[in-house]
């Protein structure tokens, strides 16, 4: 185990920003935008930055800004999980709030690869545990990843998604060892995957569906489609 707390504490405030009152025709707007017209019954909202600044613009501490709108059916936000307490008040001020279904921490802005299993977050996971979320893990390298998998067997109650199909080398057409880890994560059933390609990785390499097939493929054996989302 990895003992006392990461050096960067998250600035907090005591009270999270309210969500603003939608009219119908915003809520529609959003929609039309989110769908492009296709048919799509909902959609998840996701952070997308480690800060509450972020939730002031909507995006992270449950992006409480999307809460009043229908076709947002849930919202993986953000928490300070180097603070067991900080995470404690915040899921305390969010659970009249209906649509948090999950956190997610940028691991991968983290210099230690093991920030995820110091004291501090495991006890702050283990509150999102408690409270029936979800963590979203988006690992970027083997070392990342064998985090992700120690809290996995650390922590059953905990339900893991990992995003981008656990960032396997696909650029370099690579394999090992993201194909091991990713078995191994299969065997915890408490472990999910997303079915997609990070932002990162599409910056700087020209898409192949055909080279993503393979990391597909193999993800889909592993877990089956029932523990795969799009």
Do not use: C
Request: aromatic share 6%.
């Amino acid at each position: 185990r990895v003992r006392g707390r990461p050096s960067r504490k998250p600035t907090s405030p005591t009270t999270l920003p309210a969500p603003p009152a939608l009219d119908a025709a915003t809520s529609a707007e959003v929609e039309k935008r989110a769908t492009g017209g296709n048919t799509i019954s909902g959609v998840i909202a996701t952070m997308r930055l480690n800060s509450y600044q972020t939730a002031t613009r909507g995006t992270a501490v449950g992006a409480v800004s999307v809460v009043a709108i229908d076709f947002v059916r849930g919202v993986v936000g953000w928490l300070p999980l180097v603070d067991p307490d900080a995470t404690a008040s915040a899921l305390e001020q969010l659970r009249g709030r209906g649509k948090l279904v999950g956190v997610r921490h940028l691991i991968s802005y983290e210099p230690d690869p093991r920030w995820l299993i110091h004291d501090n977050v495991v006890e702050s996971l283990k509150l999102l545990a408690a409270a029936a979320l979800v963590f979203d893990a988006i690992p970027v390298n083997a070392a990342q990843f064998e985090s992700v998998l120690d809290v996995a067997e650390r922590l059953p109650e905990l339900g893991i998604v990992l995003n981008h199909l656990g960032r396997p080398p696909i650029p370099e057409q690579g394999w090992e060892p993201w194909a091991t880890q990713i078995a191994r994560a299969a065997e915890h059933r408490n472990v999910s995957v997303k079915l997609s390609i990070g932002l990162d990785v599409i910056m700087r390499w020209r898409w192949s569906t055909d080279a993503v097939r393979r990391y597909s493929d193999h993800v889909l054996d592993l877990f089956s489609p029932r523990r795969v989302m799009a």
